[in-house]
């Protein structure tokens, strides 16, 4: 009676409970489709956005090449700049001074070999960057600085003898810096400084200067002993000049007042004999009582 009475009741309880449960996949499958679709859109939009937008740091510059003009004129500065997608490109180029060491092995105006090595502080002028890439690429320094470089210090090295490269150091950087600045001008680049950092000659060259100051310094020794020996020759004549006045002031003296000096200076030097003596134990003096000189002894064990 149970079944026959709630049996129709139940079943349609269920069936509305089956409806309810698909009809809301149904929804949620469309709720994920949607969330789907519009994300990619999304994605997609964001994506665009961020192939049109590009950064320029700070000592940085920026060129744009375009697929139907070419390399615009137009530079780029510091910042967030917007650009076609596909059709143009950034090329982003380091302006800030890089330096740079060039070696060169060259000769003299007097045929000596000498090692020189020059700092270089370089960077593109700015206004010339689409030239500069055009022309150059973005390694326009590798491709320049080397060969000016190094032509310009065999051309200038070449005027001086190896002397003059030491006592004329700083006209001779001057001018290679001057010539430097107005070939690189040429390039579009911009020297900040060009300086010789490291200038050194050859063996043999350092070998004729080391026999040189050799020479010089044992000259300037032969110089000293002809001067001293000069200046004792001077000291010799006048100090026998001295003793040849004593002499005659002595004779002259002694001729006016007798022998009276004479006994004085035997005196004093007697004087000064007994004192020696006297304070020596080897030695004894036996005064004669008759009037009579003295008598020295030596008690000593030899």
């Given amino acids: 009676a149970h079944a026959q009475v709630g049996g129709p009741f139940n079943w349609a309880h269920r069936r509305a409970a089956c409806a309810w449960g698909a009809l809301a996949k149904v929804m949620a499958a469309r709720a994920v489709v949607n969330a789907a679709f519009y994300g990619g859109l999304g994605l997609a939009g964001l994506g665009a956005v961020s192939g049109c937008l590009y950064d ?15 390399v615009l004129e137009n530079v780029r500065g510091e910042g967030t ?50 030239r500069v890439y055009k022309e150059l690429g973005t390694d326009f320094d590798d491709r320049v600085l080397p060969s000016v470089g190094n032509e310009i210090l065999k051309a200038t090295v070449a005027l001086y003898n190896a002397e003059e490269l030491l006592s004329k150091r700083a006209t001779i950087s001057a001018q290679i810096r001057d ?31 080391e026999n040189k100051q050799v020479a010089q310094q044992e000259a300037e020794r032969q110089t000293f ?35 009276g000096l004479i006994e004085l200076r035997r005196i004093d030097a007697a004087k000064e004999v007994a004192s020696t003596l006297a304070k020596s134990r080897n030695v004894t003096y036996l005064p004669n009582s008759k009037g009579g000189s003295g008598l020295l002894l030596g008690v000593s064990g030899n």
């Fill in 56 to 70: 320029v740091d700070g000592g940085e510059r920026a060129v744009i090449f375009d697929r139907f003009q070419g």
């Fill in 81 to 130: 700049h917007l650009l076609i997608p596909f059709l143009q490109e950034a090329i982003i180029m380091d302006v800030r001074a890089r330096p740079r060491i060039i070696h060169s092995k060259t000769g003299t105006k007097d045929l000596q070999m000498v090692n020189l090595s020059l700092r270089v502080l370089s960077r593109p002028a700015e206004e010339q960057l689409p």
């Fill in 225 to 259: 002993v002809v001067m001293q020996a000069e200046q004792e020759k001077k000291a010799a004549v006048i100090r026998a000049e001295g003793e040849a006045e004593a002499a005659r002031l002595i004779s002259q003296a002694i001729a006016e007042s007798g022998d």
């Fill in 179 to 209: 010539t430097m600045t107005a070939r690189a001008k040429n390039f579009g680049l911009i020297l900040d400084d060009v300086s010789i950092t490291h200038l050194t000659f050859g063996k043999e060259f350092a070998k004729a200067i």
